[in-house]
């Protein structure tokens, strides 16, 4: 968070260092290839974290310009974030935000793009190691 004037604001910026227990984290998925219909992009989220609807007045809006909010549906499933698009035009970025809730090592599996009706076009990212340490 930064502050405002007398409000307190939230930004973005890219992740470095520690991540503790009640750190909000945006998750930023860009997907870039051959135009289609009827995408899914599926991405695990580590068992320690839960995504968040809404995070007071972050800006996860289309304004910013290396981003679309644009989605046909996006579901917060138990242990991932989907978004499914009726038109793809060959390039999006999508972001959702979530908070770390428990401290441990985790694996998280990876993030997985297809056509859902042409299940032999798809790609997916590459398994991460996260550590999210205790707040004290």
């Not at 549906?73 to 060959?90: K, M, Q």
């Not at 441990?104 to 990876?110: C, H, I, N, Q």
Request: charged share 30%.
């Amino acid at each position: 968070m930064a502050e405002d004037g007398y409000k307190l604001k939230w930004k973005t910026e890219p992740l470095t260092g520690e991540i503790h227990s009640g750190d909000v984290i945006v998750v930023r998925l860009h997907v870039t290839g051959k135009e289609g219909r009827h995408m899914m992009i599926e991405d695990p989220i580590p068992a320690g974290a839960e995504q968040l609807e809404e995070v007071g007045n972050l800006n996860l809006d289309a304004t910013q310009n290396d981003w679309s909010d644009w989605y046909s549906s996006r579901e917060f499933r138990d242990r991932r974030t989907v978004f499914f698009l009726d038109r793809f035009d060959g390039d999006v970025t999508f972001q959702y935000a979530m908070r770390v809730q428990i401290p441990g090592e985790f694996v998280v599996a990876p993030a997985r793009v297809e056509f859902m009706y042409q299940p032999e076009t798809h790609a997916n990212t590459a398994t991460r190691r996260f550590s999210f340490i205790d707040r004290k």
